[in-house]
């Protein structure tokens, strides 16, 4: 039987034109989606449907705890980007998640090219810690095996 991974086994890492915005372990929640749409089809003489997948890009939803200011940086990368203040509008966002189960497998999901909706920065109360929830969506994933 094997053992089923927890959230202690995984380590996000945000790199920003090629350059690690932040290495983070201390992530509340993780959710990757891959989006997929189902194609279904039905002609006439066949006694059942056909099917299809169509891939429509990635999604990855992260609830972080405000432990240093580098989370900071990425948020003002993100919101230069969109405003179009940087000389390099180009800039690549990505995730990298790395899952280590406790067999010593280490697969990857690659998230792409993010681009990222509303950043809430909350602090519910005085003795709550802060966290930033970050929303992406890119048309780019991949999970490598190891």
Same mark, same amino acid.
């Given at each position: 039987? +094997?053992?089923?991974?927890?959230?202690?086994?995984?380590?996000?890492?945000?790199? $920003?034109? #090629? *350059?690690? *915005? $932040?290495?983070?372990?201390?992530?509340? +929640?993780?959710?990757?989606?891959?989006?997929?749409? &189902?194609?279904?089809?039905?002609? &006439?003489?066949?006694?059942?449907?056909?099917?299809?997948?169509?891939?429509?890009?990635?999604?990855? +939803? &992260?609830?972080? @705890?405000?432990?240093?200011?580098?989370?900071? +940086?990425?948020? $003002?990368?993100?919101?230069?980007? $969109? *405003?179009?203040? =940087?000389? =390099?509008? @180009?800039?690549?966002? @990505? %995730?990298?998640?790395?899952?280590?189960?406790? =067999?010593?497998?280490?697969?990857? %999901?690659?998230?792409?090219?993010?681009?990222?909706?509303?950043?809430? &920065?909350?602090?519910?109360?005085?003795?709550?810690?802060?966290?930033?929830?970050?929303? #992406?969506?890119?048309?780019?994933?991949?999970?490598?095996?190891?």
């Amino acid at each position: 039987m +094997s053992i089923p991974l927890k959230g202690q086994e995984v380590v996000v890492t945000i790199v $920003a034109d #090629g *350059q690690i *915005q $932040a290495s983070i372990t201390d992530v509340k +929640s993780a959710d990757f989606e891959f989006m997929l749409d &189902l194609v279904t089809r039905s002609y &006439l003489g066949q006694t059942s449907d056909r099917y299809d997948e169509v891939f429509k890009g990635f999604k990855v +939803s &992260l609830e972080l @705890n405000v432990e240093t200011q580098e989370i900071f +940086s990425l948020i $003002a990368l993100i919101t230069d980007r $969109a *405003q179009r203040r =940087n000389a =390099n509008s @180009n800039i690549q966002i @990505n %995730i990298q998640a790395i899952l280590n189960f406790p =067999n010593g497998d280490r697969p990857k %999901i690659y998230g792409q090219d993010l681009f990222f909706a509303a950043i809430p &920065l909350n602090f519910g109360s005085r003795t709550d810690y802060g966290t930033v929830k970050l929303d #992406g969506t890119g048309s780019t994933a991949r999970v490598v095996l190891s």
